[in-house]
């Protein structure tokens, strides 16, 4: 059993914009790390029994019939002791590791808001543009509850929000996204040099970098290439961008700019243009302007991957997309349902490319074994608690008169 556990907080990488924490915060976190193995793992395997015990028979006694979609399931849970109590421990569990990050970040947030800038000085790695302005899907409501999700300030050029995301996000997911929760990254870095081996990407776009989790491996992978991180949230950015001048890693810019109006580059600009869990984050009428956008400043042959949870379909159950629909209703997460619903395949055609462009992949983070155990779901997914990921992607074929050439 212990082969299961996740390693202590104290196994957080400590690079120099890390917020430091002190005896009782790590502890905190230490707790949280398990608690979320446990209420995700063990205790979670019980919402299913509760339904086909409980909740299923009870609903077809009532109505003669099984339930026809998710939202009949989430009704009928959502009545159910078992499934309220294991909803309100995984919302309280993010609520007090907000609160512990937060008050970790803002006991020495003059010393990591110094550290930031002379790292960005420095280092030249940050552009900011105070006229980019937040989209209101960023807005209405606190991402994750993270109080002012992650664009807003407690003081004009302050790092709160990025420095809190960064010393919390191991204890979120268990200590599955490796010592410097960039397992998601390396990933993706793993299956592009295993699928196209020797290819080098001169230029690469990571669209919603946040800190730069995941893209500040692609840019450790591809070390030859210029790797642009854009996102909305110059908070965010300010720390994404000390972050990397911390790790050493040189050939990378964080860029406030929307994603959705990407006009400062020309078309055909990027060899590869990333995401990573960020498309479930955007509201119905966002996600095909940055798709679109995307797919303009992708040179022919280059590569578009969308790293997220798999689509609902019909070949999943119901149950399952209930269960994996718990972020969109519990933890702020208000596109996660409507997003998940749709057919990736038409979206991506609808912004250019062809169904035969396109595939489908499964990735897993990639950390240190001798670490960090593997998540407790047998290699499988876990309704979206454990880190694997679909990967739904595309090679930009040339146009029909180059082909011919």
């Known amino acids: 059993m212990t082969k299961d556990l996740p390693p202590p907080y104290t196994a957080l990488a400590r690079h120099p914009m890390m917020p430091r924490t002190r005896h009782d915060e790590a502890a905190r976190f230490n707790f949280l790390t398990h608690f979320n193995r446990y209420v995700s793992g063990t205790l979670g395997r019980g919402n299913q029994l509760a339904y086909e015990s409980r909740v299923l028979p009870a609903f077809r006694a009532e109505h003669g019939r099984d339930p026809v979609d998710r939202h009949e399931i989430r009704d009928e849970m959502n009545r159910d002791p078992f499934h309220r109590t294991w909803s309100a421990l995984k919302r309280n569990s993010m609520e007090m590791r907000q609160m512990n990050g937060r008050q970790t970040v803002l006991r020495q947030l003059d010393e990591l808001d110094a550290l930031a800038r002379q790292f960005n000085e420095h280092s030249g790695q940050l552009e900011l543009d105070p006229a980019i302005a937040q989209p209101y899907y960023q807005t209405c409501v606190d991402i994750h509850c993270q109080p002012g999700g992650y664009h807003s300030e407690e003081r004009p050029g302050d790092v709160t929000v990025g420095a809190n995301y960064d010393v919390g996000l191991f204890a979120t997911t268990g200590g599955a996204l490796g010592a410097l929760n960039d397992g998601g990254g390396q990933a993706v870095v793993a299956w592009v040099k295993a699928n196209r081996p020797g290819w080098s990407p001169r230029r690469i776009l990571d669209i919603g970098c946040t800190i730069g989790h995941n893209a500040v491996p692609i840019a450790q992978g591809y070390t030859e290439a210029e790797v642009i991180a854009i996102d909305t949230a110059g908070a965010s950015l300010r720390y994404g961008a000390a972050r990397a001048a911390g790790l050493g890693v040189t050939n990378i810019r964080f860029v406030q700019d929307d994603g959705e109006d990407l006009s400062r580059f020309p078309d055909n600009h990027f060899d590869w243009v990333q995401t990573t869990m960020f498309l479930h984050e955007l509201s119905a009428a966002s996600m095909p302007r940055i798709l679109a956008e995307a797919w303009r400043v992708l ?61 489908s992949i499964g990735v897993r983070a990639v950390v240190d074994p001798t670490i960090f155990p593997p998540s407790p779901d047998g290699g499988q997914e876990d309704y979206g608690r454990a880190a694997i990921w679909n990967a739904y992607g595309a090679w930009k074929a040339a146009p029909a008169q180059e082909m011919a050439a």
Not at 302 to 318: C, I, N, R
Not at 323 to 346: I, K, L, Q, Y
Not at 349 to 359: I, L, M, N, V
Request: no cysteine.
């Open 299 to 359: 040179k022919p042959g280059g590569l578009m991957l969308h790293v997220e949870q798999p689509q609902y379909g019909p070949d999943m159950p119901l149950f399952e997309q209930f269960m994996r629909d718990w972020d969109a209703f519990n933890n702020n997460e208000p596109f996660w349902s409507a997003m998940h619903g749709v057919s990736m395949t038409e979206v991506m055609q609808d912004a250019g490319f062809s169904p035969e462009e396109q595939f």
